[in-house]
């Protein structure tokens, strides 16, 4: 991942209502949640929620699956690790007495 790629990230998560969505999304694993579901999971407005919903895909770190008229959201699980990974690339390299017991990266799912 790229510096601007995380800053776009932490930007969108950066808000409370995203970040709530992406926890929920998180909790809801592979099988997502439809929009109508986190809306009312959240008690958000739809006009509300699809402005998040919008910035969260726009960061990259949800996917939308469109099933009818539906739409199904997921949490991006391969952006989240990235943005970790990158956060926590330089773990210790300050300290090398302390490097070799710095955890790594570890991946979600």
Do not use: W
Not at 9 to 14: E, H, N, V
Not at 45 to 62: D, V, W
Not at 78 to 85: C, E
Request: with cysteine.
């Amino acid at each position: 991942m790229e510096m601007n790629d995380a800053i776009v990230a932490l930007t969108a998560l950066g808000h409370a209502k995203r970040l709530a969505i992406f926890r929920l999304l998180v909790a809801a694993g592979p099988a997502g949640r439809m929009a109508g579901d986190i809306g009312q999971a959240l008690d958000l407005p739809g006009a509300t929620l699809s402005f998040h919903l919008k910035e969260l895909l726009h960061a990259g770190m949800i996917t939308a699956q469109p099933q009818g008229r539906f739409i199904c959201y997921r949490a991006e699980f391969t952006a989240i690790n990235g943005l970790i990974g990158y956060l926590t690339a330089n773990c210790c390299t300050d300290d090398p007495a302390t490097a070799a017991s710095c955890p790594p990266a570890s991946a979600c799912c």
